[in-house]
Each structure stands twice: as C-alpha cells, then as structure tokens.
C-alpha cells in the first residue's frame, strides 16, 4: 500500500495518521477535511503529507479512511465509486448498520467497516497523538462481505498500530456500542444539563470532586459529531436509555419505600460489574 | 494538640492519620475500628500508633475524628460525652444534617462537622495515602454553633494537610453533596446494572472503554457506606434523581420525536458545564 487518504483530519483520522507514519506504513499520507484551517493545523502538526480536495483524494489512494462524523461518512460513500479498482476503504465510524446499508453494492467487497473503541472527550487535530489505538479494540462488522485482500490490509493496517481485532455482525455492535459507549454520553449530557439548570450551580459547581468530574467528563463531547451518532443508532439506544431508566427507578423506589436492604443487594450486584472486567 | 484518636482506620481516617504524621501535627496518633483485621493492618502499615477501644480513645485523645459510615457516626456520637473537657470533635461523613442533628447540646460547641470533598472508590487501611486530602476541598456547615478554639484546631488541621476550607449551611451541603456526589453514585450503580442485566453482558463488556469505565467506576463503591449516606440524604438524593431524570426524559423525547436540532442544542448546553468548571 503507498498511499493513506484520510478522510477527516481530527482526533480519530489525525491520530490514525500519526500512528501509521510513526511506523512507516505507507509511501505517504495524504488527507481531506472540511475546513482550510484543519488542514493546514494537520500539515503543521506533521499529520498528513499533502492535503487534497476528496476528488483527487479517492482518485489516488491506496488505502482510504473514512473519519468524519457519521453521517458525513453516510453521505460521501458514493463518491468512493471513482476509486482506484484495487483501493480498498474503512471508515472509523461509531455506528455501523446505517453506514454499511450505505456502501453501494459496486464497492461492498473492498469496504471493511470498522470501529476503534477508543477515543477522547477533545475533537480536531490538535487533539490527535499516536498512541490512542495502542492495545485498545477494534471491532470489525460484517466482514464476509469484504475481499480477502481488502479484510488484510485492514487487518494489517489496524494490527500495526497496536489494535485488537474483534469480529462481529453489524446489528450486535450497534447493540452494545448503545450501552457502552452512546447511553453514557446520553447520561453525561443529562447530568450536566441537570446541574446547570439548579439556580446555585455555582456553589455546587465549587464542591465538584474527581467522581462528579469523570461522571461529567463525556458531556464535554462534540455535540456536532454526537448527534449523528444518536440519529443513525436511535432505536438500539432507546432501548439502552430504557434499561438504564429502569434501573434507576428500581433504585428511586427502594429509597422512597425506605427498603434499605433491597436497595443494599442492588448496589452490591453494580459491585459485580468489576469483577467481569478484570475476567475479560 | 498531643494525641489525634482516629474512629474508623478505612481510606478516610487512615489517609488522615497519614497525612497529619507526614506533617508531625502530633504526638500520637490513636484508632480503633470495627474489626480487628482493620487495627492490624492500620498498624503495620504505620497508620496509627497504637489500637484503642473506642472508650480509651474518647477519654484519652485531644482531637477526635469520626471517620465511620455516617450511620456509625450518629450512632456513636452519644458516647462522645465521655471524653475530656477540652477535647474537640470533627467527622468526615457524607452527609451533614442528619449528624449535626444527632450532637448533643453538651457538645455541640466542640464538634466542628467537616465534609472532605475527596475519596476513591476503595476502602479499608490499604486503600489510604498521605495525599488523598491534598489541594481538596473541605465544606465545615454550621460553624457558628462552634467555640472559637474548637474551630480553629480543626480548621488548623485541615489546612495543614493542604485543604481549602468552604463553609456553609448544612442543608445547603446536603443538597449540594446530592447533585455533586450522591446523585453521580446512583448513576453509575444503575448503569452498571443495566448492563449486567442485558443477556450478552460479557460481550457487551468486551467493547467497554475509556468512557464506559469512568461511568461505571463509582459502581465499584461500598454498599455498606453508600446505604447509610442514602439513607441520610433521602429528600436531596430523590430531588436530585428527579432532576437527572426530567433532563435525560427530555433527551429520550426529542429522540424518539427526531427533532435534532432541539437534542443538539440540549448537547451543546451540556458543553456549557466545563466552562463553569474552569472559572470556579
């Protein structure tokens, strides 16, 4: 593979770029984005050799990463047509049945849809270091549609970084990304939201400590990028808001009813969650 | 100040005991707690000088620190009456009002309530370090109740350890300890438990990152001391609940309505909060 075009030169396609230039995968890295400012932060930063116009980006690359917002990536896929036979395309999308439905059946053997499970609060360039992927997961969806060669070079591409690579339908990634990743954004916000609209937030603000801290710190996420993410996975994460109001319910009447030992075994049972994480 | 008698030798007394040694604030350093297992491994770990029952260190120590679950503390406050004249009295419990309720007149003047605005999710003797309290916040409520002398030890004592003090109403913490601690603490348990019920929770889990696991880190908390603060604090914690509630209804509405311009200023006014954060 010579040629990197990345698509979206901000915390998740910069940083794909710094890790793949700090190991010399490519001839070169080129890359696109939305705005000159991006792109010229990107090219100061050492991100990408060369910015493109997306034309001339399709047209040349070998290896081409979709990281835009979700439905940016949804609305640029048809574009992909006017790639190079042998190019092949992942995208680092945080949903995947929208995007794949949307990959035009021409071009469907050589798109591995993809999504890194990492990420920070910080969006843009400057956000972007080499070592976000190192020992972190990607799960790759629906892969008995892709080219034996494309799946590889995808594989290899997201292996050198340091990635571990995890299979699964596209329907089942979306399902869990809803819990563990779109339902605490959903909540962050809602805490937030809920502590801004008391008329001392100030005063509570001031009190604020690391666990309120880490509880708020999602809210801090793009609300440009996020709400396509809500859009394209809505109804797996209805569901997720469903089970999580539940449980909160569940905790809000055992504090009315004044029943402290049943509301002492459901804080005990959240307790088992870090046990399975250590198991895992 | 000669001796410093430290109830409860867990994460809060033992940092405090190792902190206030750091410092050389006094001659000794006393505890006594619920299991002998603690005491031992308090001592070993140099955290305390000697292990007291609870009487010995009530009439003996000069400064005396509850450092219990808060239902503990209101429990034992009565025996406080036992101890010298000039003796004087903090806590480092969760809640407020409830434990300023349960002080004798006889000793109001002496005990200065304190709120630490520090902790892990861990507990016991091993979990303590000299640093847990430093550059942290300390809320004192109701200190006009307090004599001069009693106030200033404790506030000598909490700044000695690197601690800014904050003073306020005791309802007033309490309300505000609900949004910035308590409220956070039931989120993360229900969240946890919203995806231990699901049936793929392994899987699901398998995915989590970064932010997954700072939602649910709260939920490894104690059961035993987080039942007894919301116990407490019902009517705050169950105003708070509501709140959360009302705003996160507000996102599931817009959601189902797909009215994203609506849901994407909601995110947006969530951004708002790490502003705040900064300023204060």
Known sequence: MRQLGIVGVGLMGGSLALAARERKLFDSIVGCGRSDESLRTALELNIIDRALRLEELIASSDLIALAAPVETIV??????S?????????????TKTAIIRAILPSIRARFVA????????????????????QDRIVVLC??????????????????????????????????????ISHLPHAISYALANSVL??????????????????????????????????KQNK???????????????????????EDWEALKAWMRSANALHDIFKSS
């Open 75 to 80: 609305a640029l896929i048809p574009q992909l």
């Open 82 to 94: 006017a790639a190079k036979q042998s190019a092949v395309f992942t995208d680092l999308g945080s």
């Open 197 to 230: 609209n008391q008329e001392d937030k100030q005063s509570i603000l001031t009190l604020a400590a690391g666990g309120f801290r880490d509880m708020s710190r999602l809210a801090k996420s793009s609300a440009s990028m996020w709400i396509d993410i809500f």
């Open 142 to 179: 629906d892969t008995e549609a892709n080219d034996k060669d494309a799946l590889e070079a995808v594989e290899r591409l997201f292996g050198a970084i340091g990635m571990k690579i995890v299979k699964m339908r596209s329907q089942d990634h979306d399902r869990h990304a809803a819990f």
């Open 114 to 133: 993809a999504h890194p499970m990492c990420g920070t609060e910080y969006s843009g360039p400057k956000a972007a270091f080499s070592s976000l992927y």
């Open 235 to 257: 109804p797996a994460l209805i569901s997720a808001i469903g089970a999580f109001e539940g449980e909160l319910k569940k905790a809000e009447k055992l504090l009315n009813d």
